[in-house]
Antibody, heavy 118, light 107 residues
């Protein structure tokens, strides 16, 4: 059974940093692109970033470029999102998702909540 | 960037009704469109990919159609479990974007 479990969310002050993790199981992690998608409370979905199987290709939404870094450790079946210079508008549930070879995202974790507030 | 616009934003319907949700792209995305269902407090669930392909395990009352700039999600006979929010997503290239969502409520 495919499982994706996010962790690392919490309350952080504006300008602070946080590192999210996603533990994958039930599939060959190194065979798939992986994605982060976020959702502000009560709002719609926003695609954040994705990363190729070997980490050689990465894409970000403009609003996080230069502040967020996606990475992965295939040996540990883990996906990461390093978030720096956090802003109030980054407050959201962050989901990791598996991306099919020609898209879209088929399996999603249950999300971790990031709250940016003083 | 290509914008995705869903209509309606909300919809009230009854069990057994046939429901159609529309998603329009500001430029052609060929067939690179997906539909997701999301229930409160839960992660999105993939229903349809490549505009009209039913994801494994999804009931056949769900169907998708369209190409280019106009797409539809149809639920042929609403069931109690179908009341949720539905999102379209374009994934032809970057940035990947979602529609604003359609909230389907019980009448």
């Amino acid at each position: 059974e495919v499982q994706l479990v996010e962790s690392g969310g919490g309350l952080v002050q504006p300008g602070g940093s946080l590192r999210l993790s996603c533990a994958a199981s039930g599939f060959t992690f190194s065979n798939y692109w992986m994605t982060w998608v976020r959702q502000a409370p009560g709002k719609g979905l926003e695609w954040v970033a994705n990363i190729k199987q070997d980490g050689s290709e990465i894409h970000y939404v403009d609003s996080v470029k230069g502040r967020f870094t996606i990475s992965r450790d295939n040996a540990k079946n883990s996906l990461f999102l390093q978030m720096n210079s956090l802003r109030a508008e980054d407050t959201a549930f962050y989901y990791c998702a598996r991306y099919l070879n020609s898209g879209p995202e088929d399996y999603w974790g249950q999300g971790t909540l990031v709250t940016v507030s003083s | 960037d290509i914008q995705m616009t869903q209509s309606p934003s909300s919809l009230s319907a009854s069990v057994g009704d046939r429901v159609t949700i529309t998603c329009r792209a500001s430029q052609s995305i060929s067939y690179w469109l997906a539909w997701y269902q999301q229930k409160p407090g839960k992660a999105p669930k993939l229903l349809i990919y490549k505009a009209s392909n039913l994801e494994s395990g999804v009931p056949s009352r769900f169907s998708g159609s369209g190409s280019g700039t106009e797409f539809t999600l149809t639920i042929s006979s609403l069931q109690p479990d179908d009341f949720a929010t539905y999102y379209c997503q374009k994934y032809d290239n970057y940035p990947v974007t979602f529609g604003q969502g359609t909230r389907l409520e019980i009448k």
